[in-house]
């Protein structure tokens, strides 16, 4: 009795430490190198591939920007006297690949400082949407994917107006996105 209960102690600590050390650490110490090198070298082929079974590489195919201006007025409440300062965060939200084109889904979070008419210093925070369409040519949601992507905030204009109860703004977004493709082994695959 005693050493059923030792042995399912033990086997239960096993199985405990392969799930904490994972089972590609164990499995070098019990398979046969081969078997563990074929395994990790599948694991680095990425399974979403169009090929999942050849070797290959990503390779960035195409990039595209789109500039978009917003004019937006923003209600401050109380009143402004005074901008101190404009913090502004650029995020974007959602890229969807379409056929030769990309759709792109952002917004700017902004943080207003400001001095009311009291001269108390207040805060304001608002999100300015942006969104825009890139034309890519080529691009196909079936076999691209993003490689990199970036927003940048160029150039803004703010003038407080309706005695400092509106801020309007101008501001100038630039968005850049990059896709890249899963090449096998065609010579060349992307001239026709």
């Not at 009795?1 to 019990?30: C, D, H, Q």
């Not at 379409?98 to 207003?112: G, P, R, S, W």
Request: aromatic residues 8%.
């Amino acid at each position: 009795m005693l050493k059923r209960i030792f042995r399912f102690t033990f086997v239960f600590l096993l199985i405990s430490v392969m799930g904490f050390v994972g089972f590609a650490g164990a499995a070098e110490n019990i398979l046969p190198k081969e078997v563990v090198s074929q395994v990790t070298s599948l694991q680095e082929i990425d399974t979403n591939s169009p090929d999942a079974q050849s070797h290959g590489f990503f390779a960035t195919i195409a990039c595209g920007t789109c500039q978009e201006l917003t004019v937006t007025d923003i209600p401050l409440c109380p009143p402004a006297s005074e901008i101190i300062n404009v913090f502004k965060f650029p995020v974007i939200d959602d890229i969807t690949i379409c056929f030769d084109k990309v759709l792109v889904n952002a917004h700017v979070f902004k943080v207003i400082v400001y001095r009311d008419l009291n001269g108390a210093v207040r805060t304001r925070v608002f999100c300015v949407p942006v969104d825009c369409c890139i034309d890519i040519p080529g691009a196909n949601p079936f076999h691209d994917r993003v490689s990199s992507q970036e927003i940048v905030v160029e150039c803004e204009k703010d003038e407080l107006r309706r005695g400092g109860r509106i801020l309007h703004e101008k501001m100038c977004v630039r968005i850049t996105v990059g896709l890249e493709r899963f090449i096998t082994g065609d010579p060349c695959p992307l001239v026709p």
